[in-house]
T-cell receptor, first 109, second 113 residues
Framework: QKEVEQNSGPLSVPEGAIASLNCTYS??????FFWYRQYSGKSPELIMF????GDKEDGRFTAQLNKASQYVSLLIRDSQPSDSATYLC?????????FGTGTRLQVFP | EAGVTQFPSHSVIEKGQTVTLRCDPI?????LYWYRRVMGKEIKFLLH????????ESGMPNNRFLAERTGGTYSTLKVQPAELEDSGVYFC???????????FGPGTRLTVL
């Protein structure tokens, strides 16, 4: 079992729709959870982090954390073609980040 | 504020050669991390510096890899001798406080032929 699991996609959504990206993790000791966006050939860019159970909103993005279920999600409202990228879920393990393989999101006009 | 920078952006070498990658973290960031992404796999942790000290090098694949951070500023990652399986994108990241909020550099794409 991988430490952080994501569906590789692609997840295709029409412009203006809500994109829902999911991630599960295996280490119950993980304290911090991150979503990175990575455009092809570019570096990962931090877009959201969440530490506590519940929802955290930032603009069009909402991160959701359920530690009991070991589940993290990212909702992107009003999806735009510019949101098309790979979204990486990462969790902390002691002093490092453990990444999932990422979900490719495609937003079509 | 300048971000994390890495040099070179690409490197193509032959098996058995030596390559040195460089990372300049964001100014003032004591924490510096090296990660690697092999084709089709997830980004994997290699090691973590706090200032000039190696905090965790549990992800280093083997003793062909040597990382240094003299003076606690920039870091180098040397691969000697390089093998085919070392090909991938090597990312450097830095943070002010521990593992949270790490900012990534553009990466060095290493190809070993």
């Amino acid at each position: 079992q991988k430490e952080v699991e994501q569906n590789s996609g692609p997840l295709s959504v029409p412009e203006g729709a809500i994109a829902s990206l999911n991630c599960t993790y295996s280490d119950r000791g993980s304290q911090s959870f991150f979503w990175y966006r990575q455009y092809s050939g570019k570096s990962p860019e931090l877009i959201m982090f969440i530490y506590s159970n519940g929802d955290k909103e930032d603009g069009r993005f909402t991160a959701q954390l359920n530690k009991a279920s070991q589940y993290v999600s990212l909702l992107i409202r009003d999806s735009q073609p510019s949101d098309s990228a790979t979204y990486l879920c990462a969790v902390t393990s002691t002093d490092k980040l453990i990444f999932g393989t990422g979900t490719r999101l495609q937003v079509f006009p | 504020e300048a971000g994390v920078t890495q040099f070179p952006s690409h490197s193509v070498i032959e098996k058995g050669q030596t390559v040195t990658l460089r990372c300049d973290p964001i100014s003032g960031h004591d924490n510096l991390y090296w990660y690697r992404r092999v084709m089709g796999k997830e980004i994997k942790f290699l090691l973590h510096f706090v200032k000039e000290s190696k905090q965790d090098e549990s992800g280093m694949p083997n003793n062909r890899f040597l990382a240094e951070r003299t003076g606690g500023t920039y870091s180098t990652l040397k691969v000697q001798p390089a093998e085919l399986e070392d090909s991938g994108v090597y990312f450097c990241a830095s943070s002010h406080f521990g593992p949270d909020t790490q900012y990534f550099g553009p990466g060095t794409r290493l190809t070993v032929l």
